[in-house]
């Protein structure tokens, strides 16, 4: 069985929400008496897990630095997705909300765009097994419940899964600055791709050759891009309110 830690109130109370079984051993800051941490314990011992107490030293160690809120825990290793479970999603779904993460390697921002894809309604989170941030404890702990409820498929392979998804009846739609249309000029109803390129390079020349469209966002002030993870929020948000119409 393999294993893994995540670290911060919100990770673990979103795993006791959907899998309270994955939960293994859990280290809570010593001394530590407030509210939120009572509420905690009593919610491992409903489900057979006594937290152990540990100092700051021993958790900011298990957490490798990041901040943990006085809260470790050793859980079962999340499953990964990979093409095979992508198929099965798409014979699930007539109509999917898909986004596609091209090359995001910081953890935080893959954390925050599954949690606005959460927010969003998004049916799945597509990103390439290299060049890209894993499920991690940052990214558990930055999406804030939404990693362990939106699905997270790591393929081998991104031109090929764009091109399964366009064989599916899937649009993709791509993001970039120099796209001859916005997202407000845009069809975005029906089965959708959103693709989402790199913190700093935006889509790969593959990837942008095998989207349907490419579309940006109109940019008013004097920044000439958005956080990867804003950017996408903008985009999912149209998507949704032109599905919904």
């Known amino acids: ?51 152990q107490p540990a100092n700051r030293q021993a958790l900011d ?8 809120q006085g809260v470790v825990a050793k859980v079962k290793a999340q499953p990964v997705l990979n093409e ?16 596609v ?9 893959l954390g925050a765009c599954l949690r606005t894809a959460d927010a969003a309604g998004v049916h799945g989170v597509i990103v390439p097994k290299d ?16 990693a362990e409820v939106v699905p997270l498929f790591q393929v081998t ?17 791509g993001t970039a600055g120099e796209a001859d249309h916005s997202l407000y000029q845009a069809k975005l109803t029906g089965a959708l ?22 579309i940006s966002i109109p940019m008013a002030g004097s920044v000439s891009s958005l956080n990867v993870s804003v950017a996408t929020g903008v985009c999912l948000f149209e998507m949704v309110r032109q599905r919904g119409q």
């Open 1 to 51: 069985m393999s294993t893994e830690l995540i670290f911060g109130i919100h990770a673990l109370d979103a795993l006791l929400d959907t899998h309270p079984e994955q939960v293994l051993e859990v280290w809570l800051l010593k001394g530590r008496e407030d509210e939120r941490l009572n509420s905690l314990q009593a919610r491992l011992l409903a489900v057979g897990v006594k937290a």
């Open 61 to 68: 160690n298990k957490a490798k630095g990041g901040q943990h």
């Open 84 to 99: 095979a479970d992508l198929d099965q999603l798409l014979a699930a779904q007539s109509s999917p909300l898909l986004l």
């Open 101 to 109: 993460l091209d090359g995001v390697t910081d953890p935080h921002n």
């Open 131 to 146: 060049k890209s941030a894993g499920l991690g404890p940052v990214v558990r702990k930055v999406a804030c419940g939404a």
């Open 157 to 173: 392979n991104l031109s090929r899964t764009l091109r399964l998804l366009q064989d599916k009846g899937v649009w993709v739609v």
């Open 193 to 214: 791709a959103l693709v989402m390129g790199a913190e700093d390079k935006g889509m790969r020349r593959l990837t942008r050759e095998h989207c349907d469209e490419l």
